[in-house]
């Protein structure tokens, strides 16, 4: 495919074009929601294997620990928390996340960080079962203050 | 965090229960629709890196790479595309996907199969270019029969 194909395959997929954090409101809070969605769903799965609801599956582990490891710190960094993303479309995103952003920044840390420690964790169940309880502590702690019931 | 606890944290964040093949439709309209949102920002970061709009960074490449490496293949395999998601919430699945269920799936697994090689090719800008425009086809591919205009 040549390059001038590319740009017009990327112009038709994006809507956002590449300046992401200038991307418009309801671009940034579409795509946070699309990560937790997506996210909500990998972390089901490790904790249904933790819970001993699903069998342990050292790939399927592995796959969703890679998966929330390399998707946690996106949406922060990318911006979609930023200034200007309180409005544009409905989101359950806490006045707070706003007023105290340099706090929702260090709440949404623990979480990515706990995420970091899933792949080394998702081999072997017993391990699987610590990182995925300090995983929902962060998801907790976060969601306490920072999402509107 | 007690089992318990995890398991009254796990059903309060996922609405869909642990048996993600007899989610709703709009369950899992609501998944794929995130997934290709997720997908979307992460190509266009490959993307833009390959046209020259943005410095490439291997750091950055390699992990969106890994994202796509890891996220691709599950909105088919948990059934995101299944028999009775063809309604239940809005969507631009075409009705191929569901009368043709087998093409759709080799569309799909072309995809798929493109972002496994990502993160092999990500450490070089010169390969990144060459894998992201073999991805980009495959998105094409699929779109050009599978998505509603």
Known sequence: ?????????L???????TAFAQAKPESQIEYRKSAM????RSFGVLGAMAKGDIPF???????????LANLSDLPLSAGAFGPGTDKGAPTKAD??????PEKFKAAYEKFTAATHGLPAAAGDLATLKVAVADLGKTCKGCHDDYRMK
């Open 57 to 67: 599956n050292k790939e399927v582990a592995t796959r969703h620990a890679n998966l």
């Open 37 to 40: 969605t997506v996210t909500a």
């Open 1 to 9: 495919m040549k390059i001038k194909h590319l740009a017009a395959l």
């Open 95 to 100: 006045p707070k996340v706003f007023s105290e």
């Open 11 to 17: 112009g038709a997929c994006l809507s956002i074009g």
